[in-house]
């Protein structure tokens, strides 16, 4: 009963809010929260690192929250492709972060074998993907990834974790079409509070962070 309330009660919220058009500052789509707050624990014996970063993806609060000593530079598509960094020289950075780039690529192990290429030794990269995911062409939309794939793929890396977060409230959140709700970073939230728990068997949003 509790259970079914708590899921009415997030009907209710995203019905509210749905016709809230402006994006919220340092905002971060719902069913990407809590993972990237696993993300961020992970990332808490590296926030010493110091030096070169490069990211492929959308503004990030991992990133700034995580990595105050690391200056990121932003890598533009089409003029980067990650499946081919011509332009990066070898042991180039510290740490990479590409985000929801993977699925909508031909060649991903390409993608990761350039990123270790260009990453100097001891260096990490954080990634993050989709398992349970709708059909979603940007241009293309080829792959799902398992955090078991994903920590296999990066088996040239000396160490990987990798993860998943999802529950059966977000696959709703998915189904209501509001895959892109923005919901505050840094503070708190009802919406973001009723679809805390995950739950293994449903991962929507995984991820992995490997050291060269």
């Known amino acids: 009963m509790i259970y079914l309330l708590a899921i ?6 995203l019905m509210v809010f749905k016709l809230k058009n402006e994006y919220l500052h340092n905002s971060v789509h719902l069913i990407r929260y809590h993972a990237y707050k696993m993300i961020e624990f992970e990332l808490c014996k590296y ?14 609060p ?6 105050p000593n690391i200056s990121f530079r932003n890598l533009p598509y089409p003029e980067y492709d990650i499946q081919n ?11 990479i972060y590409y985000e929801m780039i993977l699925e909508h690529i031909p060649n991903p192990e390409k993608a990761i074998s350039e990123v270790l290429r260009i ?6 990269v954080i990634t993050t993907t989709v398992f349970i995911m709708p059909y979603h062409p940007c241009p293309n939309d080829y792959y799902r990834f398992s955090p078991n794939v994903l ?8 160490a990987v974790i990798s993860g998943g977060y ?10 209501m079409k509001l895959t892109r709700y923005p919901v505050s970073y840094f503070g708190w939230n009802l919406s973001t509070l009723l679809t805390k728990g995950n739950n293994s068997k449903f991962p929507i949003i995984t991820w992995a962070i490997a050291k060269k």
Do not use: C, T
């Open 8 to 13: 009415l009660l997030l009907i209710i919220v």
């Open 47 to 60: 926030n010493e690192l110091i030096g070169i970063g490069l990211s492929i993806s959308d503004w990030n």
């Open 62 to 67: 991992v990133l700034n929250k995580n990595f």
């Open 85 to 95: 960094l011509h332009q990066i020289p070898d042991n180039y950075a510290d740490v």
């Open 119 to 124: 990453l100097k030794p001891g260096g990490i």
């Open 151 to 158: 920590k296999l793929m990066h088996k040239d890396y000396s």
């Open 166 to 175: 999802g529950n059966r409230r977000l696959i709703l959140a998915i189904l």
